[in-house]
Structures are given as C-alpha cells and as structure tokens.
C-alpha cells in the first residue's frame, strides 16, 4: 500500500464529502504525522498496515459526519491553528473576511476596547489581539464547553491578557466599548433541524438563531448600540438574506455608515455600522 492507494481509497469513501482528496490527506496528516505538503510529496513511499488501519479507522468517522477538525483537534484560522472539540462550532473561512475588515478599521479609526461574543472557539477575539498587540480585548460565549476551549486556545497562541466571560449575549459585559464583532448564530431553525438530521456535528446552539435566523441579532444590536462609543462600531457575520432586514434594525438603533462585506463566494457576509448617538 502506498500513499498514494492510501489517498485513493480513503477518499473514495468520503463521497459526501465537499473536498474528499483534501479531507484525506489532512487525516494521513494526522496519523503519520508528516505534514500535508510532504504527504503530497510522498505518493510513492510506502503505508505500513498500522497507519493504514488508524486512517481507515479515522475515514471512516470523517464517513459518519465528523468535521474533520473535530477528528484532528484542530482547525486553521487566519493562519493560526484552534483547537476546536465537538461543542464547538468550527472557524470558517467566512469570518475571515470579517477578521480583515475588523483590522483595517480598527488602524483607521484608531480603536482599543473590542469585544467578541458568541466567540466559540475564541477565532475572532484571539485572532485580534493577536494581529494588533495594543488592542484591549475581551470575549463572551454562553457555552461552557466554548469557556474550556477559549482557555485552551488562549494559552496555546499566548494571547493570556484576553479576557473571558460566560454569559449570554452582551448581559454582563461593560462599556464603553470601540468595537463589538460577533459571529452568532444565524441559521434558522429550518435549516439547523435540517443539518442535525443529516447527523451534522457541530452544535445547534451555535447556529440556531430561530425562525429567520435573527433571533439573536434582533437583541445583539440594541444591547450593543447601548455599549458602544460614540463612532464605535458593530460588525456582524450573518447570512446574505439577512442584509436588508439587519440594515433597517441597525438605521433603527442610531447606527449609520453601514456597509456588507463580501465573501470568498461573493456572498454579502458580514455588515458593519457606526454608532452615533445624534
Ligand atoms: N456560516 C455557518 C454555516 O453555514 C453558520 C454559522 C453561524 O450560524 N454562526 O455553517
């Protein structure tokens, strides 16, 4: 059995799988321990039949549903590896877009109080204090599993001065603050039922955002023009078919300038507002 074969048979068997080939190698990756550039330049070289049955064993919970980041433990960020568990939901490329407009703004406008909520993984709170150092930093999520995973990421990327709360949206967090950026959950119920009964594994609570998805947002926007400064800003990933109702909410709540940031699909994926209070 070679690498190769290796490949070939793994990812024959990950059909329902949006990127199989990938998906396969990152679990030879995991198993053999070479890294995924060396895996691709080994075709050739042999598997011995230990590996090959460990990565069988891991094809076949990748099979059943299983992110292949729960599986390896680990998801890339920004070019940062998270440690993320089942609980959790899994950064995406998404947020991403979001990360890079948060950093172009905050040097513009020259902003230091940022607050992430719904963090999960910590992804967008840790990946800012860490992209900008003087940034004062801090994050909240409702989830218990997230507070345990947040610390282990924290640790691991050595960004300690980034604070923690459990709590539930922006209940106990403290003004005045320069920017607020959150991923919340923004599926609707539909389509989160949907996702569980094709045994998706990541949690429900971080995608459930209720009957239209804006659940949560219809609350995350007033709490967070009540904590903002004046010219602060809020920034929210959601899903392009939320845009025009999450404007009018956010024109509602005194914040103007709004702008909707593209994704890597071209899909409007994040809008951003300015608050003012005249
Ligand atoms: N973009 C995510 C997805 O479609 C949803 C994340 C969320 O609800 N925050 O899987």
Known sequence: MTIRQALISGSGRLGESESPWLDASLLLSEVTGLSREKILASYPDPLSSDDYNSYMELIKKRSQGYPVAYITGTKEFFGRDFHVREGILCPRPDTEV???????????????????????????????ALERPDLEVSASDISP??????AINRKALEADRVGFSLGNLLENI?????????????????????????????????????????????????????????????????????????????????????????????????????????
């Open 98 to 128: 979001l990360i890079e407009e948060a950093l172009a703004e905050i040097d513009r406008r020259e902003y230091r109080r940022v607050h992430d909520l719904c963090t999960g993984s910590g992804c967008i709170a840790l990946t800012l």
């Open 145 to 150: 599993t997230v507070e345990t995973v947040f």
């Open 174 to 278: 403290e003004g005045p603050l320069d920017l607020i950026a959150t991923n919340p959950p923004y599926l609707t119920t539909g389509e989160t039922d949907e996702r569980m009964e094709d045994s998706w594994k990541e949690p429900a609570l971080a995608l459930d955002g209720g009957d239209d998805g804006l659940d949560l947002i219809r609350i995350i926007i007033p709490d967070a023009a009540r904590l903002l400064k004046e010219e602060g800003m809020l920034m929210i990933e959601a899903d392009p078919r939320q845009m025009d109702a999450m404007e009018s909410l956010m024109k509602d709540n005194g914040f103007n300038e709004i702008r909707r940031i593209c994704d890597l699909a071209g899909d409007e994926r994040v809008i951003l507002g300015i608050w003012s209070e005249i």
